[in-house]
């Protein structure tokens, strides 16, 4: 949690879970590993009919997040310098909380609003 990407990471993996019908893009050979957070997702949130879509790409939910690679626009959640089994566990540690179905399990900033600016400087400083 000192981390200073972890904010980011945390967020990321929360826009995961909240975007119905999100696509998440994996490196090629990560591709079972995300059809099996899917499925864990299908059954912590048997309420969520539109589940992530997975294609082989860069490590993104596209048009939310972007774990790694090159800095992208401030529309989009980055986190740098980091890869699947960080996102990975961000995501069952949300998923086993309870999360998005529940009030406060989202962990620290998870009610306030995202300021990407604020966070990219946090680390690129």
Known sequence: M???RWPSLREAARRFLREDGCTLSVPEGLEKDAWEIVQMIAD???SKLD???VVNGELA???LAQIGGLEPPLDICWVPNCGWS???EQ???LLEAG???CIGCGGPGA???WNEEVRRGQFLA
Request: zero cysteines; hydrophobic letters at 30%.
């Open 61 to 63: 939910i596209v048009g």
């Open 2 to 4: 000192s981390d200073p």
């Open 86 to 88: 960080e996102f990975s």
């Open 51 to 53: 589940l992530p879509k």
């Open 91 to 93: 995501v069952l540690d």
């Open 111 to 113: 009610e306030e609003e």
């Open 99 to 101: 999360y998005p179905g």
């Open 44 to 46: 912590h949130v048997p």
